[in-house]
């Protein structure tokens, strides 16, 4: 941001900011075990069931890995229709944000910018299996790292190296 006076200078540099660098695709499944069966039309629609867990790592100073990870299956018991596993990561350069607020920057922020790829990439490979694509609603992350918070989980930001 340009100073007011129109000197050019950049008043901004202390502002906190979040830069992703790179995201990508670290693991992928997809499993459709009972095929061509599952395939057939169902009577109802099947029971779906989703697993979050966000993971971050630092990578360098500023630098920090963070991972997404869904897994999820429709179906049960014997008839599972499908079974998926995605572990999509973003590095992120994170800088001028205090040490009490970064570990809700990559456990919240972070995974809410890697969100709508994921639910893209599985929309794809579920749909890819024959069936219509399964598109997730939204994920409540503040919400995921409260509840992580209360099971004693510590912090991913104290865990870095």
Do not use: H
Request: proline fraction near 8%; charged fraction near 15%.
């Amino acid at each position: 941001m340009a100073d007011p006076n129109g000197n050019g200078a950049n008043v901004g540099d202390s502002a906190p900011q979040l830069n992703i660098l790179a995201q990508y695709t670290k693991d992928l499944s997809f499993e459709n075990p009972n095929a061509p069966r599952s395939l057939a039309p169902q009577d109802r629609g099947p029971n779906i069931s989703l697993q979050v867990k966000v993971n971050a790592r630092q990578l360098a100073d500023a630098d920090f890995e963070v991972s997404l990870i869904l897994e999820g299956q429709a179906g049960d018991g014997q008839n599972i229709l499908f079974k998926f596993e995605l572990d999509y990561a973003g590095v992120f350069r994170i800088r001028n944000v205090s040490p009490q607020s970064l570990p809700l920057v990559l456990m919240i922020e972070c995974p809410r910018l890697l969100f709508p790829f994921t639910r893209q990439i599985i929309a794809e490979a579920v749909g890819n299996g024959g069936f219509l694509p399964f598109l997730m609603g939204p994920i409540d992350f503040t919400a995921l790292y409260q509840q992580r918070l209360a099971q004693g989980q510590t912090d991913p930001a104290v865990l870095a190296t």
